[in-house]
Each structure stands twice: as structure tokens, then as C-alpha cells.
């Protein structure tokens, strides 16, 4: 049978407690890379901490993705306990092939009710004549055989993930892997993935939580302090790794509150610092923040964005913390908000609100969320930019220092602790030019002006958004739901369909006249993001102004937007 | 007398030109003299010396000193004194807070900044009340004493946070009276000087809202015994004194904390090395 | 604070000349303290008060100074120590103090610290070995005893009826926090 070729390939590892198909995954993404593809990871699991239910899922693919596919090729089951969980996560198809043990009991309803083929894998009896073998390593095998991979395209991966545990769990690996890729056929995809073509650039295996904290200390982050909360922790994990190894250091705080204020602490003595966390940490963490715009101490808050309200789904992505990053505080607060748009993406934003940070002495809050931030992501190296925090500050003071000067540039220069001549108080409280706790009008009102002008007057360039396609049809969108975005209008194309797709990387402050610019002769526009209260429709009707024909598209999380939902929202509009 | 070294500075080299907005008869004026007085003595230039607070009365005193200053939210000094002390060790830094900013809202960063034990000083002006908005029980207030908050009283046990320190890990605990303005100096020389974690508890009248305590002054008295560096000797005897027993009453010797910095650093790029494929 | 004398040690001429002269200039601070406490409340009439007696004070450390030649009492002054429990004698009662204050209470105020200066002289006077310092200790006393005497003149010029602290104040406090 000839093959067809695809540019992407999808699969999902599903098992429950212990049969580590989380860690199969990465695996397979390891080895898929190795032998030169793109690939993005994503993992689903139970509530358990250990022994939950758990999938991986795994887009392969000749390029850089930035989303699932609309439907998984094939499925890999070492069990099917408490498989129904994912059945909204794991869209499958007549065309979609599994892989299970017919000794681990039924095939869920909704794996059958799909239509798609299923092919025997003994894992129970293949472990029975094997003890040493894992049934995740058969099933890495199986995969790497169906995926048309040799192997010992895996070997690599395994001997690094297991080397430190000798020898023979490596050699029981690799028998395994092999016993896995020998029990199935290599053609019984409907579509085969061609070889990648020689790629020159350096390729990166990275998650978009490491890529938050490298691109925050290529920014200049050298203090941070913690307080673990998922899906943010990775960042603070590998801060606290790294910033080791770059003169930087990350202290453990009690609570949020702690978080916040520690770093308000460390920068005000000079270091660039950080802290990373999620909606409800960002809860705790909004009255610091108030407390570093009032001040002026640049501070960056990472928010990775999961379900809300309250405890919500710590696990799961939604985009529904919007709200609170743009008008969480109380009191007239100007701030920055930026997102990335892809794990790629969050090395470069992160870099840049560390700069944007550092340039205005104002607190930037990154809105990251579940699915790019611990998402494993194989991608180009991303270019090394310029950006660098590089702080105004104060040195060889004569006369009286006036930290909060109004006689000049709207961003003063800051005095150290240490520099003699420049000692003044921070303060919370409306001050005066000297930082003097003032409740005249007067002294309110100016300092109000600076902070809000000194954000006006900032030009922040050709990286507020990315802008994509043309056409009188537009798409308004941001962070992680981009890919999705991108992919569907791709596939709108090639029906004809000219769609421009505007994705604001900076929330705010507004861009009222670059908006303008990229919404010239749009005749339609769509809204699509994942909240259910269409939080980013109301805040793009706030801050600009908008073609008279707008349709917004939102949904809660945490099920994420593939391609064909954007496709199917942009065919559904030219039918209608 | 030894010939010691003339102090290169005064305590109105540490004084700043504003004028605190405290009720006359305050103690925290007494406080703000201590401070200034043993700052004075420390003989450290006021640029490197930092005073951290959150918010209340007591948390004035950053902008009343010419020293570095943060006046923070309420309750989170100690957080912000602890960044500051991790990036700048060389600071000596002093966190200025009360019984409300310090034991109530802030008290889970005093627990922990007890067992973190870093080189910082706090020092609690303690009051047994919410002076800055206008006379609500704090954690230390008597449980019968009725205010428009809670009238007939709390009927709640104050806490004890000489003992909540120790308890937590605080390498020097001492117990001061404002009105004592040498002894109080002394104290906090002791305090700044002694490595770790210090903390200072110093009972400031509110003549405002508790005219009671303007008593304070005949009811204090020097602690009968030495500082001891045995925690669990230190708690009995606090725990079975009269509240106003003064003077340093612990003096631990554990190591302070010290934040790992990763030396002078490495190349950025050599970060990168983990995401290579 | 066992290691630490409760009060300065006087032994020699110039330890009590630095004494006095420290018991001058801590009084100057705390009048110095009150008057601005008064003015930022607004009690204008006291801030004049408290101003005069500082002036007052300044010129009794000129005095000792002047009593005190190539002594330089300034840089003996912590060597002598200082008050661990109470105060500088002549230093005024800063918890005494309240904004409504009357020039009589002010006075009052300074007669205390008048009076516990005498008393500590006195007992120098007891105390001291050395012949020189005990006759300054003496020639002290006799000037405390005639602050003493000026204050109660002044507090009869000055008194009316007392006023009660705190208990009449027809303002409540304003909460800031």
C-alpha cells in the first residue's frame, strides 16, 4: 500500500499507576528528535500524586508545532483503567489505530464508539516470558516500529535517563524496546511521517517553563524567590538550578505573600528578580505587586495560567487569568503584561519583560499557562536577541537626592543601598519627589503622572504582537491558543480563505494605534480564546476599537483548540 | 576606663529632617532614639545601613531615620528585609514593625524568618494594640479589654512572641521597655551585632489609646539572670515571667542562613548545553 | 544587662564633667523633640515653651564647657556609660507628653528633670573620692537647686486648674493606617 505522506504525526501513551507512560513519552520525543523531527509533548493526569491515571501525548511532526492535531494516529494502551477520563482530551478517529493488550480488559466506549482499529499487543503474556521487560518499554517499541523509527533510535534516550541505574535495567530496556517493535508491523499507519530533511539550525529540546526561566536570566534575572504551586513550579526549579551557576541565587519563601515581597526586596537592592506562579498564587501576589508600581521597583511575575476560580484545575490550561493580570490592583496601577505565544516564544517574552522591567522600574506580569508551560517542545534554537535590563541608576550623588524626581525623564534613576548620599525610603504611601509620605493632592496627582507617562512614553516596538496573513477577515487572539490559531487558518487557505491573524504579545499598555494599523480594511473579525467569560473579547472592547462585525469564539479550558475547531469557526462564517 | 575608638558618628547622623507624626507621649519616639543611638554606636556609615517596615505606627520610623528605608504593605517587612539581606549582605538591616503588622498579619514571615535565620534584626514595637486605626485588639491585647471591635473584650489568650520565637528558630531573643532609651540601645547593639536571626521585643506605651500603660515604667525591671544559649531553659523562664522582665534572654549559636551564589557566574550560553539536541 | 553598669560611673573631675555635660545635651535633644512634636501638633504655644527650655539647657552645656578647658566632655561622654534603666536625669519625659499639654504641665515636665539632676548630683556628692570632683558636684547641686526653685516660680506664674491628659479632647483620633 502506498503511504501518504503527512507533515505531522500524533500519539498517546495511556496507562495508569506505574506503568510510567509519562515518562515513555519523553522517550519517544527524545529519540523522534534525535532522528531530526519537531515534536510537542503534552501530558494529562488524574488527580492522584502517584498511581493516577496518566497520558501522553505526543505530536510528531517535519516542522515546529505549536499544538495538537485534530485527531491522535494512534494509540498506544499498556492499560485501559480509567482510560474514559480522557475521552473528551483525546480526539480519535476511524483512521486512528490502538494498541492494547486484550488481557487488560475492554476497550473504552469511547476508543470503540470512534471506530478505530485495533491491533493486539500480548503485553501481559510478552512480560510473562520476559520478567525484566517493562510494558512501557514494549510500548515505546511498538511505537518506534509503527512511526517507521528503528529502534535503536531510543537507545540514546534510555541510556541517559537510566543511566544511573546500572548496567542491566539498561540492557532489559533495549530488549524490551526491541521485543515491542518486533510484535507489530511497521505499515499499519494509513500515513507515514517523512524523514526530516537535514536541518542547519541548532535544534532544542525545552519546555516552555524552562524556556520562561533561561529567557528571564538571558534578560538579566538574578534573584528569585519561590513558592511552589502547579503548573509553575518547573520555572522555579530550574531558577533554582541555574541562577546558581550565573552568580544568581532563588530563596524558598513561605507563601506567596513572602514571594512577592522578597523580591521587591532583592531588587530594590539592585538584582533583576522574579518569581513564577499560578492564579491562585497571583491572588496572593497582587497587593505586592501595587506595592512595586507605587515604589518603582521593577519586579517580574510569571503567572502560568491553569483552571480557575479558586483551586480550579491545577493541572489543566485555560486562559482565564487575564483579568486579574491587567486590573487586579486596586488604586490606579499602571503595569505591563505581556504572553508569549508558544514554548519557543516564552524565551524571547521572557526576556523581554525582564528588560521592559529593568528600562521602566514597573512590575511586568508574563501570562504563560498549563499547555505551553509544561509542554516538551522540539524547536529551533530561538535567536538571540538584545534585550537586557539595564536599570537607571544612581551613582556619585551631590546634593539632595530626589528618587522620585519630577524634573526630568519620568523614569529616575535609583539609588542603591550602599551609595552614600542616596539613602531615601521606598514607600507604598503616595510620596513626594523624595519618597516623603505625602497626602497632598498635589504630590498624589504627579507621582500618578510619572508612573502613568513613563509607561506612555515607552515604545515597545515591533514586538507588541505578531502578525500574520492578510485578508478583510481577521483573527484576534493571544498566548498559547496561537498555534491552534495559526494551523487553522493554514488550513483555511488552501479553501480559498485569506485570513490575518493579530496576536498581541503585549497586553498592556494598550497599542491603540498599532491595533489601528493592523485592523486596517478588516471587514470581519473573529475573537478566539480559551475563557468562559470571553475575558479578552471585553478587554479588546475597553482599549480599542473594533470592525462593527466581530464574533467571538470562547471556551473554557481545559480541552485545548486544535485546528480544525478555528477551520471549521472560519468555513462555518463563509457558509453562513 | 579602655580607651575606646571615638565614634565616627552621632545619632543625629542617622536622623533624618522629618518630623514623625507619633502622638506626643508616644514610646515609639523612645524607640526611634534607641535606634539612632545604637546605629550611632554600630559606627556603619547610614548608607549602609537598611530599615525595613510594613504598615502602623511603629513602621514610620524608616523615613524618620537617613538610612536606606522600605516602607512596604502591611505585614511584609520581613520579606522585603529578607531579598534585601540576601542580594546585599553587606547591609545591616533592621526591620521596624508592631504587634499588629508584626504578630497578626505578618506572622507567618515572623515564624519563618525565625527558622530561616538570616543576619537581619527585628524589632517589634509592641503596644498590645492597633494604634494607626484606632484601637483594635492585636495578638498581644488583653482578653478583657473592650474596644468598639470587640466589645467586653477578646476573651482571647494574648500569645507570647518571645517564646514563638525561640520556638521558631530566632538566635537572639531580648525583652525591652521604650522608656529605657540605654538599656534599649544596648540592646540593639547587642542585637545587630549577634549573627543570625535577632529579635527585639520592646514594650511601646500607646498613651492614646492604652493611657494604662503609661504604668509600664514602674513595672519593668532588669531580667534577675543572664542571656542563656540553652533554648529550652530560655522559654521556661519566659514563659513563668511577669511579661517585663528585661534584657537579652537567649543568645543562640546557630549558623545564620546564607543563600547559595553561584560564584562570579558562568557564560549564558552554557545553559543552553541541557536543551541541545 | 548584667555587664552593663545602671548608671554612668563618676570618679574622676572629668568623668563628671562629661556626665553633666551629657545630662545637658540629652535634655536639649528632648526638648528639642517636644517642641517639634508640638508643632506638627499644632500646639504652637508649647513648641515656644520647649524651645526656651532647650535654649536654656544649651546654655548650661556652654557653661560646662567652659568649667571643662582642654576637657573635651563630648568624646568622654561614652565612656562614662549611660542610664541602662530610666533616663538621663534631666532629660524630659517624652511618654509624658501629650499634644494638649499646658505650659504649666510643660513646666512640670522640666521640674522633674530638674529635680532628679539635683538628686544625682547629690549623691556624686556623697560618692566621689576625688576632692576636685566632689566640690564641682557641689557647686552643680547648688545650680540645679537653683533651676529647682526657678521652675516652681514659673509653674505658680503659670498654673491654672489641671488638665486632665487625654480626657478632654474634643477631637477622636483620626485613623491612618
Redesign the interface.
Given at each position: 500500500m502506498q503511504l501518504a505522506e503527512i507533515s505531522s504525526v500524533s500519539l498517546a501513551f495511556l496507562g495508569s499507576g506505574g506503568a510510567g507512560v509519562i515518562s515513555t513519552g519523553e522517550l519517544l520525543l527524545e529519540a523522534a528528535?534525535?532522528n531530526g523531527w519537531y515534536g510537542l509533548l503534552t501530558r494529562s493526569v488524574g488527580p492522584q500524586i502517584r498511581g493516577g491515571e496518566a497520558a501522553a501525548m505526543l505530536r510528531l511532526a517535519t516542522q515546529p508545532v505549536d499544538c495538537h492535531a485534530d485527531r491522535f494516529d494512534l494509540l498506544v494502551a499498556v492499560d485501559w483503567l480509567n482510560a474514559q477520563r480522557f475521552a473528551l482530551e483525546m480526539p480519535l478517529g476511524p483512521r486512528t489505530i490502538a494498541l492494547c493488550d486484550p488481557e487488560s480488559g475492554a476497550v473504552p466506549e469511547f476508543v470503540r464508539a470512534a471506530g478505530v482499529r485495533v491491533i493486539e499487543l500480548p503485553l501481559k503474556a510478552m512480560t510473562a516470558a520476559n520478567p525484566e521487560w517493562r510494558p512501557n518499554m514494549i510500548a515505546l517499541g511498538a511505537a518506534l516500529r509503527v512511526l517507521g523509527l528503528p529502534e535503536d533510535a531510543a537507545r540514546a534516550a534510555i541510556e541517559n535517563r537510566f543511566g544511573d541505574k546500572g548496567a542491566a535495567v539498561i540492557v532489559a530496556s533495549l530488549a524490551a524496546v526491541k521485543g515491542g517493535a518486533d510484535a507489530v508491523e511497521s505499515g499499519v499507519l494509513p500515513a507515514r511521517l517523512p524523514a526530516p530533511a537535514a536541518s542547519g539550525t541548532?535544534?532544542?529540546?525545552?519546555s516552555g517553563n524552562?524556556a520562561v526561566g533561561?529567557g528571564a536570566?538571558?534578560g538579566g534575572v538574578r534573584?528569585a524567590?519561590a513558592y511552589p504551586i502547579t503548573p509553575a513550579t518547573e520555572i522555579l526549579e530550574w531558577l533554582a538550578l541555574?541562577?546558581?551557576?550565573?552568580?544568581?541565587?532563588?530563596?524558598q519563601?513561605?507563601?506567596e505573600?513572602?514571594?512577592?515581597?522578597?523580591?521587591?526586596?532583592?531588587?530594590?537592592?539592585?538584582?533583576p528578580?522574579i518569581t513564577a506562579t499560578s492564579g491562585p498564587g497571583l491572588s496572593l501576589m497582587v497587593?505586592?505587586i501595587?506595592?512595586a508600581t507605587a515604589?518603582e521597583v521593577p519586579i517580574v511575575v510569571v503567572d502560568v495560567m491553569r483552571g480557575g476560580p479558586s483551586t480550579g484545575i491545577p493541572t489543566k490550561s485555560e486562559q482565564s487569568d487575564l483579568n486579574i493580570a491587567l486590573y487586579g490592583m486596586h488604586g490606579d496601577a499602571p503595569h505591563i503584561v505581556v504572553a508569549p505565544q508558544s514554548v519557543s516564544d516564552c524565551v524571547f517574552t521572557a526576556q523581554w519583560a525582564t528588560y521592559l522591567a529593568e528600562a521602566m522600574q514597573i512590575p511586568v506580569l508574563l501570562l504563560s499557562d498549563q499547555f505551553m508551560g509544561q509542554a516538551h517542545a522540539?524547536i529551533d534554537?530561538p535567536a538571540d536577541v538584545a534585550f537586557v535590563g539595564q536599570r537607571r541608576i544612581a551613582r556619585d550623588i551631590a546634593g539632595t537626592y530626589r528618587r522620585y524626581s519630577l524634573n526630568g525623564p519620568n523614569v529616575t534613576a535609583m539609588?542603591?543601598?550602599?551609595?552614600?548620599?542616596?539613602?531615601?525610603?521606598?514607600?507604598?504611601?503616595s510620596h513626594s519627589e523624595r519618597?516623603?509620605?505625602s497626602s497632598a493632592a498635589s504630590d498624589h496627582r504627579a507621582q500618578l503622572d510619572k508612573r502613568a507617562n513613563k509607561v506612555h512614553e515607552f515604545d515597545f516596538g515591533d514586538h507588541w504582537a505578531t502578525l500574520h496573513g492578510s485578508g478583510e477577515i481577521a483573527v484576534l487572539t493571544w498566548g498559547s491558543v496561537t498555534g491552534a490559531v495559526l494551523e487553522g487558518i493554514a488550513l483555511a487557505r488552501t479553501d480559498g480563505i485569506d485570513v490575518r491573524v493579530i496576536a498581541p504579545r503585549l497586553l498592556l499598555p494598550a497599542q491603540p494605534e498599532r491595533m489601528a494599523a493592523a485592523l486596517g480594511g478588516v471587514r470581519e473579525l473573529i475573537v478566539i480564546e480559551q475563557s468562559h467569560g470571553a475575558q479578552f473579547y471585553r478587554y479588546l472592547r475597553a482599549h480599542y476599537h473594533l470592525p462593527r462585525n466581530v464574533r467571538v469564539v470562547n471556551s473554557a479550558g481545559p480541552l485545548p483548540l486544535r485546528p480544525g475547531d478555528i477551520y471549521r469557526e472560519l468555513t462555518a462564517e463563509r457558509a453562513a | 576606663m579602655s580607651a575606646e575608638p571615638k565614634p565616627a558618628y552621632k545619632a543625629s547622623d542617622f536622623k533624618s529632617d522629618i518630623a514623625p507624626i507619633w502622638c506626643p507621649g508616644c514610646g515609639d519616639y523612645h524607640v526611634l532614639l534607641s535606634i539612632t543611638r545604637a546605629l550611632a554606636q554600630l559606627g556603619k556609615p547610614p548608607e549602609q545601613v537598611a530599615i525595613v517596615s510594613g504598615i502602623g505606627c511603629s513602621s514610620r520610623i524608616p523615613a524618620y531615620t537617613n538610612c536606606y528605608g522600605f516602607h512596604g504593605v502591611h505585614g511584609r517587612a520581613l520579606p522585603i528585609a529578607t531579598g534585601l539581606k540576601v542580594i546585599r549582605p553587606d547591609q545591616t538591616v533592621i526591620v521596624t514593625t508592631g504587634d499588629g503588622d508584626g504578630y497578626s498579619i505578618g506572622g507567618n514571615h515572623f515564624l519563618h524568618a525565625c527558622r530561616r535565620n538570616l543576619d537581619l534584626t527585628m524589632i517589634v514595637m509592641d503596644n498590645h494594640i492597633y494604634g494607626m486605626t484606632k484601637g483594635q485588639p492585636s495578638p498581644t491585647t488583653e482578653p478583657d479589654l473592650d474596644t468598639a471591635l470587640t466589645p467586653g473584650g477578646t476573651g482571647l489568650r494574648p500569645f507570647n512572641p518571645l517564646v514563638i520565637a525561640l520556638a521558631s528558630g530566632a538566635n537572639f531573643v531580648a525583652r525591652a521597655f521604650a522608656g529605657n532609651i540605654g538599656q534599649t540601645t544596648s540592646i540593639i547593639v547587642d542585637a545587630v551585632t549577634h549573627p543570625g536571626f535577632s529579635f527585639v521585643e520592646i514594650l511601646s506605651p500607646c498613651v492614646t489609646f492604652r493611657p494604662d500603660q503609661r504604668s509600664w515604667k514602674t513595672q519593668v525591671h532588669p531580667a534577675p539572670v543572664d542571656a542563656t544559649d540553652d533554648p529550652a531553659r530560655a522559654a521556661r523562664r519566659i514563659m513563668t515571667d511577669d511579661g517585663f522582665n528585661l534584657g537579652v534572654l537567649y543568645r543562640g549559636n546557630r549558623q545564620p542562613y546564607t543563600p547559595k551564589f553561584g560564584g562570579s557566574g558562568c557564560d549564558l550560553s552554557e545553559l543552553e548545553r541541557e536543551f541541545e539536541l | 544587662m548584667s555587664d552593663k553598669a545602671d548608671a554612668p560611673s563618676v570618679s574622676t573631675l572629668s568623668d563628671l564633667l562629661a556626665v553633666a555635660y551629657q545630662i545637658e545635651v540629652d535634655a536639649i535633644e528632648r526638648y528639642k523633640m517636644l517642641a517639634e512634636q508640638m508643632e506638627t501638633h499644632n500646639n504652637v504655644e508649647l513648641a515656644a515653651v520647649f524651645r526656651d527650655l532647650a535654649r536654656a539647657e544649651g546654655i548650661h552645656a556652654a557653661e560646662i564647657r567652659r568649667l571643662a578647658g582642654d576637657v573635651d566632655v563630648a568624646a568622654l561622654g561614652p565612656e562614662v556609660g549611660q542610664w541602662m534603666t530610666g533616663d538621663s536625669p534631666e532629660a524630659a519625659d517624652l511618654s509624658s507628653a501629650h499634644y494638649m499639654m499646658s505650659r504649666a504641665e510643660a513646666l512640670r515636665m522640666a521640674l522633674a528633670g530638674e529635680e532628679r539632676a539635683l538628686a544625682f548630683f547629690e549623691e556624686v556628692v556623697k560618692s566621689v573620692e576625688d576632692p576636685e570632683a566632689r566640690e564641682l558636684a557641689k557647686q552643680l547641686v547648688e545650680e540645679e537647686r537653683e533651676h529647682v526653685e526657678l521652675c516652681h516660680q514659673l509653674i505658680r506664674r503659670h498654673d491654672k486648674p489641671l488638665r486632665r491628659l487625654g480626657v478632654e479632647d474634643p477631637d477622636a483620633p483620626e485613623p491612618q493606617g
Amino acid at each position: 500500500m502506498q503511504l501518504a505522506e503527512i507533515s505531522s504525526v500524533s500519539l498517546a501513551f495511556l496507562g495508569s499507576g506505574g506503568a510510567g507512560v509519562i515518562s515513555t513519552g519523553e522517550l519517544l520525543l527524545e529519540a523522534a528528535c534525535k532522528n531530526g523531527w519537531y515534536g510537542l509533548l503534552t501530558r494529562s493526569v488524574g488527580p492522584q500524586i502517584r498511581g493516577g491515571e496518566a497520558a501522553a501525548m505526543l505530536r510528531l511532526a517535519t516542522q515546529p508545532v505549536d499544538c495538537h492535531a485534530d485527531r491522535f494516529d494512534l494509540l498506544v494502551a499498556v492499560d485501559w483503567l480509567n482510560a474514559q477520563r480522557f475521552a473528551l482530551e483525546m480526539p480519535l478517529g476511524p483512521r486512528t489505530i490502538a494498541l492494547c493488550d486484550p488481557e487488560s480488559g475492554a476497550v473504552p466506549e469511547f476508543v470503540r464508539a470512534a471506530g478505530v482499529r485495533v491491533i493486539e499487543l500480548p503485553l501481559k503474556a510478552m512480560t510473562a516470558a520476559n520478567p525484566e521487560w517493562r510494558p512501557n518499554m514494549i510500548a515505546l517499541g511498538a511505537a518506534l516500529r509503527v512511526l517507521g523509527l528503528p529502534e535503536d533510535a531510543a537507545r540514546a534516550a534510555i541510556e541517559n535517563r537510566f543511566g544511573d541505574k546500572g548496567a542491566a535495567v539498561i540492557v532489559a530496556s533495549l530488549a524490551a524496546v526491541k521485543g515491542g517493535a518486533d510484535a507489530v508491523e511497521s505499515g499499519v499507519l494509513p500515513a507515514r511521517l517523512p524523514a526530516p530533511a537535514a536541518s542547519g539550525t541548532a535544534r532544542w529540546r525545552i519546555s516552555g517553563n524552562q524556556a520562561v526561566g533561561l529567557g528571564a536570566v538571558r534578560g538579566g534575572v538574578r534573584f528569585a524567590a519561590a513558592y511552589p504551586i502547579t503548573p509553575a513550579t518547573e520555572i522555579l526549579e530550574w531558577l533554582a538550578l541555574n541562577l546558581a551557576k550565573v552568580g544568581g541565587a532563588l530563596v524558598q519563601a513561605e507563601d506567596e505573600l513572602a514571594s512577592i515581597n522578597m523580591i521587591i526586596g532583592g531588587s530594590y537592592a539592585g538584582a533583576p528578580s522574579i518569581t513564577a506562579t499560578s492564579g491562585p498564587g497571583l491572588s496572593l501576589m497582587v497587593e505586592g505587586i501595587g506595592l512595586a508600581t507605587a515604589a518603582e521597583v521593577p519586579i517580574v511575575v510569571v503567572d502560568v495560567m491553569r483552571g480557575g476560580p479558586s483551586t480550579g484545575i491545577p493541572t489543566k490550561s485555560e486562559q482565564s487569568d487575564l483579568n486579574i493580570a491587567l486590573y487586579g490592583m486596586h488604586g490606579d496601577a499602571p503595569h505591563i503584561v505581556v504572553a508569549p505565544q508558544s514554548v519557543s516564544d516564552c524565551v524571547f517574552t521572557a526576556q523581554w519583560a525582564t528588560y521592559l522591567a529593568e528600562a521602566m522600574q514597573i512590575p511586568v506580569l508574563l501570562l504563560s499557562d498549563q499547555f505551553m508551560g509544561q509542554a516538551h517542545a522540539a524547536i529551533d534554537r530561538p535567536a538571540d536577541v538584545a534585550f537586557v535590563g539595564q536599570r537607571r541608576i544612581a551613582r556619585d550623588i551631590a546634593g539632595t537626592y530626589r528618587r522620585y524626581s519630577l524634573n526630568g525623564p519620568n523614569v529616575t534613576a535609583m539609588a542603591l543601598p550602599g551609595t552614600p548620599g542616596g539613602q531615601y525610603t521606598a514607600d507604598g504611601l503616595s510620596h513626594s519627589e523624595r519618597g516623603t509620605p505625602s497626602s497632598a493632592a498635589s504630590d498624589h496627582r504627579a507621582q500618578l503622572d510619572k508612573r502613568a507617562n513613563k509607561v506612555h512614553e515607552f515604545d515597545f516596538g515591533d514586538h507588541w504582537a505578531t502578525l500574520h496573513g492578510s485578508g478583510e477577515i481577521a483573527v484576534l487572539t493571544w498566548g498559547s491558543v496561537t498555534g491552534a490559531v495559526l494551523e487553522g487558518i493554514a488550513l483555511a487557505r488552501t479553501d480559498g480563505i485569506d485570513v490575518r491573524v493579530i496576536a498581541p504579545r503585549l497586553l498592556l499598555p494598550a497599542q491603540p494605534e498599532r491595533m489601528a494599523a493592523a485592523l486596517g480594511g478588516v471587514r470581519e473579525l473573529i475573537v478566539i480564546e480559551q475563557s468562559h467569560g470571553a475575558q479578552f473579547y471585553r478587554y479588546l472592547r475597553a482599549h480599542y476599537h473594533l470592525p462593527r462585525n466581530v464574533r467571538v469564539v470562547n471556551s473554557a479550558g481545559p480541552l485545548p483548540l486544535r485546528p480544525g475547531d478555528i477551520y471549521r469557526e472560519l468555513t462555518a462564517e463563509r457558509a453562513a | 576606663m579602655s580607651a575606646e575608638p571615638k565614634p565616627a558618628y552621632k545619632a543625629s547622623d542617622f536622623k533624618s529632617d522629618i518630623a514623625p507624626i507619633w502622638c506626643p507621649g508616644c514610646g515609639d519616639y523612645h524607640v526611634l532614639l534607641s535606634i539612632t543611638r545604637a546605629l550611632a554606636q554600630l559606627g556603619k556609615p547610614p548608607e549602609q545601613v537598611a530599615i525595613v517596615s510594613g504598615i502602623g505606627c511603629s513602621s514610620r520610623i524608616p523615613a524618620y531615620t537617613n538610612c536606606y528605608g522600605f516602607h512596604g504593605v502591611h505585614g511584609r517587612a520581613l520579606p522585603i528585609a529578607t531579598g534585601l539581606k540576601v542580594i546585599r549582605p553587606d547591609q545591616t538591616v533592621i526591620v521596624t514593625t508592631g504587634d499588629g503588622d508584626g504578630y497578626s498579619i505578618g506572622g507567618n514571615h515572623f515564624l519563618h524568618a525565625c527558622r530561616r535565620n538570616l543576619d537581619l534584626t527585628m524589632i517589634v514595637m509592641d503596644n498590645h494594640i492597633y494604634g494607626m486605626t484606632k484601637g483594635q485588639p492585636s495578638p498581644t491585647t488583653e482578653p478583657d479589654l473592650d474596644t468598639a471591635l470587640t466589645p467586653g473584650g477578646t476573651g482571647l489568650r494574648p500569645f507570647n512572641p518571645l517564646v514563638i520565637a525561640l520556638a521558631s528558630g530566632a538566635n537572639f531573643v531580648a525583652r525591652a521597655f521604650a522608656g529605657n532609651i540605654g538599656q534599649t540601645t544596648s540592646i540593639i547593639v547587642d542585637a545587630v551585632t549577634h549573627p543570625g536571626f535577632s529579635f527585639v521585643e520592646i514594650l511601646s506605651p500607646c498613651v492614646t489609646f492604652r493611657p494604662d500603660q503609661r504604668s509600664w515604667k514602674t513595672q519593668v525591671h532588669p531580667a534577675p539572670v543572664d542571656a542563656t544559649d540553652d533554648p529550652a531553659r530560655a522559654a521556661r523562664r519566659i514563659m513563668t515571667d511577669d511579661g517585663f522582665n528585661l534584657g537579652v534572654l537567649y543568645r543562640g549559636n546557630r549558623q545564620p542562613y546564607t543563600p547559595k551564589f553561584g560564584g562570579s557566574g558562568c557564560d549564558l550560553s552554557e545553559l543552553e548545553r541541557e536543551f541541545e539536541l | 544587662m548584667s555587664d552593663k553598669a545602671d548608671a554612668p560611673s563618676v570618679s574622676t573631675l572629668s568623668d563628671l564633667l562629661a556626665v553633666a555635660y551629657q545630662i545637658e545635651v540629652d535634655a536639649i535633644e528632648r526638648y528639642k523633640m517636644l517642641a517639634e512634636q508640638m508643632e506638627t501638633h499644632n500646639n504652637v504655644e508649647l513648641a515656644a515653651v520647649f524651645r526656651d527650655l532647650a535654649r536654656a539647657e544649651g546654655i548650661h552645656a556652654a557653661e560646662i564647657r567652659r568649667l571643662a578647658g582642654d576637657v573635651d566632655v563630648a568624646a568622654l561622654g561614652p565612656e562614662v556609660g549611660q542610664w541602662m534603666t530610666g533616663d538621663s536625669p534631666e532629660a524630659a519625659d517624652l511618654s509624658s507628653a501629650h499634644y494638649m499639654m499646658s505650659r504649666a504641665e510643660a513646666l512640670r515636665m522640666a521640674l522633674a528633670g530638674e529635680e532628679r539632676a539635683l538628686a544625682f548630683f547629690e549623691e556624686v556628692v556623697k560618692s566621689v573620692e576625688d576632692p576636685e570632683a566632689r566640690e564641682l558636684a557641689k557647686q552643680l547641686v547648688e545650680e540645679e537647686r537653683e533651676h529647682v526653685e526657678l521652675c516652681h516660680q514659673l509653674i505658680r506664674r503659670h498654673d491654672k486648674p489641671l488638665r486632665r491628659l487625654g480626657v478632654e479632647d474634643p477631637d477622636a483620633p483620626e485613623p491612618q493606617g
